[in-house]
């Protein structure tokens, strides 16, 4: 069995729900996503293919390492009923930015008249970035566990939007003031996505996947540029660092949608 094959074989295999398994597309999709976290190309992987939980997702896993298409540093994350394939070490390093001003964070509460930069350390995302650093840091001294990893009451607070921008590397992340409402403010606001791509290449066939997409009001483009500028030359410089994938494509694209779910 070839490489390819045999990562479609345990996509389907493990992360069925009912009847359906994932497309061949879709396996292979995942396969170079979760390569690209072993990589540290991106630290974790939001899993939403489909509904497979967190225990099959880490079965997944479980099979590529037997076969050592995956290294014993990936872990599976049960974050609030969202599965996560986590590569703590460039997590923690991502999370650690915010502290250095090079993540930067955005308020999009749906009070304001327009989303606006605002401190990446106000005091609950202080905390919830300090918890989230012992997780983190935790997991790093049980790499090649066998179940997943569920975080409990500590996440019960936290604002997932924000978290789930850190976790995934992003050099921008949103946020809102959740106990008020869980609206935002982007509606019809011109939007610029920068996507990232790339080519994963096993055996003799190669598969174009998306990397990374996020998305920053235009409004705040010109203010936020070197965090975004900073964001790309850190990812070229550790694509550089391997041969797994290649081709990398970073591009932008404008826009505007007449309601943003965060």
Request: glycine share 4%; hydrophobic share 40%; with cysteine.
């Amino acid at each position: 069995m070839s490489t390819q094959e045999f990562f479609v074989a345990s996509a389907r295999k493990c992360l069925s729900t009912g009847r359906k398994s994932l497309s061949v597309p879709q396996s292979l999709d995942l396969a170079a996503q979760v390569s690209a976290v072993d990589l540290g190309l991106k630290p974790a992987l939001l899993y939403d293919s489909n509904g497979a939980s967190a225990d099959q997702l880490q079965q997944y896993l479980v099979s590529l390492r037997s076969s050592q298409l995956v290294s014993k540093s990936l872990l599976t994350l049960d974050l609030n009923g969202n599965a996560l394939i986590v590569n703590p070490v460039a997590a923690r390093s991502n999370v650690e930015q915010l502290f250095h001003n090079n993540v930067a964070l955005i308020d999009v509460c749906h009070s304001l008249e327009k989303p606006t930069v605002t401190d990446p350390l106000r005091g609950e995302l202080k905390s919830a970035a300090r918890d989230l650093l012992l997780l983190l840091r935790g997991f790093e001294q049980q790499m090649g566990s066998e179940e997943p990893h569920y975080v409990g009451e500590k996440s019960e607070g936290w604002n997932l939007c924000t978290v789930f921008g850190l976790l995934l590397g992003y050099p921008v992340t949103y946020w809102f003031d959740q106990t008020k409402s869980f609206e935002n403010c982007l509606s019809m606001t011109p939007l610029m996505v920068t996507t990232a791509s790339a080519t994963w290449q096993a055996d003799t066939a190669a598969h174009r996947c998306c990397l990374y997409s996020f998305s920053v009001p235009a409004i705040l483009l010109e203010e936020l540029q070197s965090n975004l500028e900073n964001w790309r030359l850190c990812l070229q410089e550790r694509f550089q660092q391997q041969n797994v994938l290649s081709d990398l494509t970073v591009c932008q694209s404008a826009v505007t949608l007449p309601s943003v779910c965060l």
